[in-house]
């Protein structure tokens, strides 16, 4: 079968974010289909850029052929990015004849954050008589409605929702990351057979083949560890809907016990979040730099406790996927999870403590929990979330569970 995937913002192991195209592809490629995947030449989420010359420069990875269209440079969420978007729509909308007769797609795949390509998607599919399938990774518009605080009649918001109730109408099949949208859904007019849930998952190669972390950080940790703490660690993003003021609330409250806490990452909130631990003269918090991605499984197996908070948003309702939950539960590691939402992969999998968001008092209660618990109690419970990971969340499982679907 030929499959044409389009996401604006694809990346590979080697680019960086976005994942999820990358290794559904790589399994589809694995499976005997030829996979191409049509993406945006700039993306921000994207750790390299494509030095594009021209549009559908075509680049080969891991089987994959990657199309890149040339689409301009932007910062921010305002105007520069919305030309993005809509350059990268109107070139596959006018090139959809080309798409079609060049690529021959069998299966065509709209699968950006924003819904606006569902249009040129379903216009390829109708003209290779080809299957019609709409991704979801996020609600647009209702997620710049709700996080973002735009009104529903902003013409921006319009153009997005237009998009959103004609993919629901015309899609052969609509496959969610999330896994309560079917109602929502269905009330912009999908039909509710047509609904499937797919997460997001792990590709265990990489927890097979990892990197070490830099031996200076490893050392570090390993001194504070000799010092009798228990870890307790934050890695990802740092911005504001990680909520991580109150895992350092909690580390000011416990600093009188034998825990350590650290945030690995990078982003927006560090350097305020630094300040505020100078300013209480926090002595158990530790910033750590990124890491890479194959040193991802070294970093998670030197921690006791792994922790992830979000704020508390309504449109969580729908329920949550993140890539850093799984790959928590993969190192075999117990996870706190302070996030109101209307799934709880770690109470399904029995892996840890879910708690409210945005309630100090109960992580200081649940920490206090789990470090009183021995290293053989925190590695059976942890052993649950690597179980329930292997058995769900296999991206080799998810994409044969996504050509079931067809």
Known sequence: MNILLINHYAG?????????????????????????????????????????????QEDIHEGIRYVWI????????????????????????????????????????????????NYPAHRIAKISSAKYIYEVHDLWPLSPMELGGMSKNHPFIRMMQHGENYAYRHADKVISILPKTKEYMQSHGLDPENWHYIPNGICDEEWENTTDIEEKTEIQINKIRSEGNKLIAYTGSIGIANALDNFILAAEQLSNKKIAFFIVGHGPEKDRLIRLC?????????????????????????????YIGLQRQPLFRFGISPNKLIDYMMSGKVVIQAIDAGNDIVGEAGCGISIEAENPEKLIESILELVSKSNEELLQIGTNGKAYVLQNHLYSKLAKDFIDVI
């Open 12 to 56: 590979s192991d080697i680019l960086g974010m976005e994942y999820r195209p990358y290794y559904l592809s790589r399994e589809w490629v694995m499976m005997g289909h030829n996979v191409t995947i049509l993406a945006a030449s700039f993306a921000h989420i994207r750790s390299i850029q494509i030095d594009v010359k021209r549009n559908f």
């Open 70 to 117: 040339k689409t301009p440079k932007y910062e921010g969420n305002g105007f520069g990015r919305t030309r993005n978007m809509f350059t990268f729509i109107a070139k596959l909308w006018v090139n959809a004849k080309k798409i079609s007769t060049t690529y021959k797609p069998d299966l065509v795949i709209a699968s950006s954050t924003y819904p606006s390509d």
């Open 278 to 306: 100078n300013k209480k003269k926090l002595s158990n918090v530790y910033f750590l730099k990124a890491v890479p991605k194959r040193s991802i499984p070294k970093l998670l197996d030197m921690f006791d406790i792994l």
